[in-house]
Each structure stands twice: as structure tokens, then as C-alpha cells.
């Protein structure tokens, strides 16, 4: 989405007042009825990032990305550098879950229905098929982009997963497009 | 039968080096193990009074826990209990730094 002007990037520096000059610096997001906030960051644990569904707080809604796994250059490093972390993140905050559904015992759902369920998180770069949850022949759809694998192994989204986006998009955050619409006209 | 595995061994926290998995093997090393960058990782750990925090990712891919209890039973069958969910891992071997649990 273009940045305004009227909103210069410097913004994302966290304003320093006397009470939290000793605070940690944490970049204030911009109005979340209008724009998808990025946040580039380290992160704990080794974690690639992180997301905050329709509905919300405000003040967290946007997607959190560690600066490692962030594009495809600079400190973007292997094997997580062709930008799928964002990908992934900015799937949840359109409302899409995992397709193993969160759950590890085959009960869970990802609202869709053309994504095959799935038990587990798949990681790396499966080799074709994993059968879990009675889903064979293929298997887990390993190469969705709401799976955990390598960014190279991901590389779709489903028609199903669409229409839950777009439903999204008309919906919890239909001011969005609104205002993508000003911003073009 | 296998030799029976030390409690006091696995008292600490565990967190899943999916990186190191075999097709039958399931890896855990201790937190303080530098992992690469992950989208997730399930960790629990174990209190030697026998209570347990599972952790894992969230349907946002933020950290959830839980908070349950824990048993190793004479078959070196680890099993956490988390409100209703019950969890049975038959460990194969435990090391200082490294457990390592049969898939099933």
C-alpha cells in the first residue's frame, strides 16, 4: 500500500517523551481501519512472526515479521528469504488458519474446504506425500502458504482460502479498501 | 525392556529441534539450544514435582501455553496431561542435552 505523505515514514520511530525515554522503542501503528501494519523487528526465540486476526486491538493490528525472514535481500536470510513470512502472517491477518487446524489430533478446522485436514505442522521441505488425518492419497497440502515449511516449499493459497480473504476484505476490514481507493483516485 | 529413564534428567524444558526429526525420531533440546529462526516450535517443561507448561504456537503464530501434570510411566512412556488433552510420548533416550521420542 503507498505511503502517504502526509505520514512520513519517520513515524515509525517511536516518539521519545521523559516518561519512556527508558522504555523500549515501540514503533506506534498506524490507523488500522486504513492501512496493514508491517512491523520489521527481532524476535525472541527464533520465531519468524506473528499476526493479529479481524477484530482486534487496534493498537496491535498488523502482522509482526523477524527482520532475518523480512524480503528477499539485505538481512533476509536463507531459508526463509523470498518473503513468504509475510505471506503467511498477513494470511492470518485476513482471517485464514493453518490448514493442520491447530489441533494435533485431526478434530481442528481451517474453515475451508478445500485444503485436506491435516494432524501436524509440516517444517523444511517434505517429501511428497505426507498422509496424515485418512487424507490420502496427497496427502497434506504441505506447499499451502499457511503451512510451516521452508519459503521455497510454499507456494499457494486455494480457492477456498481466496474467497475466505475476500469475505474479509468485505467484511472486518472492508474500511481498507476504501481507503486504498482514495489513495488511487 | 528398556533401562528406565531419570526423572531428575528431565526436569527441565524441552523444546522441539524439528530441524533434527528422522522419519521414526522426534527431537528436543534443552531452551537454552541456539535454534535457527522457526515459524513455530511446541516446547513443554517439566517441574520436578511433577507438573508441566506445554507451549506452543498459537492459531496466530503467537505462543500459547498450557499448564497440566506429568508422569513417566514403566515403560518410559512420557505422558502430559493438559486439562482434557492427554499427550503419550514413548521416549527412546534421554542426554544432557538432547531428547529424543519415538513418533507414532
Redesign the interface.
Known sequence: MASPARRPLRRLSAPTTRSSRWRPAVPLPWPSDKYLNIWVCTLGGGLLGYAQFPGGPPSTDGVVILNRAFGTTGTASDPFKLGRTATHEIGHWLNLRHIWGDTEDCTGTDFVDDTPNAQHPNFGKPTFPHVSCTNGPNGDMFINYMDYVDDAAMVMFTPGQVVRMQATLAGPRATLVVSAQHLTS | MADKIDRAALSQRWVHS??E?TADEMVFRPASYA???????RSFQLKPEGTVVTFG???????VQSEGTWQLDADNKLILQTGTAE?AMPLLRVEPNKLVVKKE
Open positions: 524439528h530441524e526429526d535454534f535457527p529462526p522457526s515459524r513455530g516450535r504456537p498459537g492459531p496466530d503464530d503467537r505462543s499427550r
